[in-house]
């Protein structure tokens, strides 16, 4: 079985400042992993994955992650805040083609930045 | 190529009734899966189709059920309804039930009274 966590249901930052939010995982096959970005009042948007090769994966927007199977971890940078940057993020781990590949969400982080 | 698009936007119903949600998936795409988003909450997987045909569920009641058409629409209808379904229904749609990309609608909101 898959799950996710992530840790801070809330994270402010300075503009400029890094931003890291963290999510952990577990899962009983190599795992698929997604950040996705919601707005307010808007679907999700997918920032970036991974599937198998480079750990280190760039996204859009400045957006960064690693995977680090040995802390079974998949945190989400970005250098320098922006204030658009301003939303709700969510890790996802993919499911076992055995569950309709379904995506499997955390509770979200909501990213504030202050000017 | 369009987007994924979902209608209504918002929609309000009282408890006991039914409704019907849809999506449009990206042009070619053959897999569809829903969500719901609880306010406050990361999106719980509903189910997914996959070539017309149910693939997949989630932990929920029968109520809930789906039908996805040859034009690469589909629908979620949700039978009975409760306050508990108040919630952001999402649409995703991939290329192939294999793919590892699924894009998201804006999602419809459900206030249900």
């Known amino acids: 079985a898959q799950s996710v966590t992530q840790l801070g249901s809330h994270v402010s930052v300075s503009e400029g400042a890094l931003v890291l939010l963290r999510c952990n995982y577990s899962?009983?096959?190599?795992?698929?992993l997604f950040w996705y970005v919601q707005y307010p009042n808007q679907g999700l948007q997918l920032l970036l994955k991974y599937t198998t090769g480079a750990t280190l994966v760039k996204g859009i927007n400045g957006f960064e992650a690693e995977f680090k199977k040995s802390e079974t971890s998949f945190h989400l940078t970005k250098p320098s805040a922006h204030m658009s940057d301003a939303a709700e993020y969510f890790c996802a781990v993919r499911g076992g083609d055995n569950q309709g590949g379904k995506l499997i969400f955390g509770q979200g982080t909501e990213l504030s930045v202050k000017p | 190529e369009t987007g994924v698009t979902q209608s209504p936007t918002h929609l309000i119903k009282t408890r006991g009734q039914q409704v019907t949600l849809r999506c449009s998936s990206q042009s070619g795409h053959n897999t569809v899966s829903w969500y719901q988003q609880a306010l406050g909450q990361g999106p719980q997987f509903i189910f997914q189709y996959y070539r017309e045909e149910e693939n997949g569920r989630g932990n929920f009641p029968p109520r809930f059920s789906g039908l996805q058409f040859p034009n690469y629409s589909s629908e979620l209808n949700v039978n009975a309804l409760e306050l508990d379904d108040s919630a952001l229904y999402l649409c995703?749609?991939?290329?192939?039930?294999?793919?590892?990309?699924?894009?998201f609608g804006p999602g419809t909101r459900l206030t249900v009274l």
């Open positions: 899962s009983s096959v190599p795992p698929y």
């Open positions: 995703a749609s991939s290329l192939e039930i294999r793919s590892d990309t699924q894009y």
